[in-house]
């Protein structure tokens, strides 16, 4: 039995109204994008579309590209249902906290569903005698995720530099802090203003 996301109807249509307008936040989540969570049938039916498209096209649909598939695709009340299902979706108001909390909930809940699935695959797996499988289970179960996670998160949206330094008590003065200090300390304070600065290092080494 699939189990449905337990926050509300509205957190599902943002699901849905992220990956239409920011192609980053489906880059970002995809793996943990399962049409079966969503509550009703237009909702399944429009991510199922969304990310169908995203997998064969390697990019997010826009609304105007969804609605010709759910033209396409359905007829009838389906169609009208779908297309105000995605005029309610069109009403929601989005910001850069919206983003990272449907993000991580969204995680939150996707991983949670693998170990469940994993914990009755093992005891199935157990049933039958089958203990080499197990450990696969419990590491792929692990492993769930950390593609998306290494994909980083976006801190600095629009003006959140300010905000987050104030949040870790570092002054900014005429430079902006990376908060990595020995990274601060040799560039004398972190970035100057102006600068363009590129971070690269391996996946999992604290860069978000």
Not at 84 to 101: A, V
Not at 163 to 184: A, M, N, Q, Y
């Amino acid at each position: 039995m699939d189990i449905k996301l337990d926050l509300g109807i509205d957190f599902q249509r943002l699901i849905i109204k992220f990956i239409l307008i920011d192609e980053d936040w489906i880059v970002q989540n995809r793996e943990f994008l399962n049409p079966t969570y969503m509550e009703t049938v237009e909702l399944e039916s429009l991510l199922r579309i969304c990310v169908d498209f995203y997998d064969k096209h390697d990019t997010a649909p826009d609304v105007s590209v969804l609605q010709e598939i759910i033209n396409k695709q359905n007829k009838g009340e389906v169609r009208r249902l779908l297309i105000e299902e995605l005029k309610e979706i069109g009403r929601l108001d989005t910001n850069s906290s919206k983003f990272q909390y449907t993000s991580e909930r969204l995680r939150d809940f996707a991983t949670r569903q693998k170990y469940r699935d994993t914990i009755i695959s093992a005891a199935e797996k157990l049933e039958e005698n089958q203990i080499t499988d197990i450990r696969s289970l419990f590491d792929s179960a692990a492993a769930f995720g950390e593609q998306s996670n290494g994909l980083g998160i976006f801190y600095f949206n629009e003006d959140e530099i300010e905000e987050r330094s104030e949040r870790e008590r570092v002054d900014l003065g005429d430079k902006i802090p990376t908060l990595f200090p020995t990274v601060d300390d040799r560039l004398r304070g972190g970035i100057s203003r102006k600068e363009l600065a590129i971070f690269m290092m391996p996946v999992d080494r604290g860069k978000s």
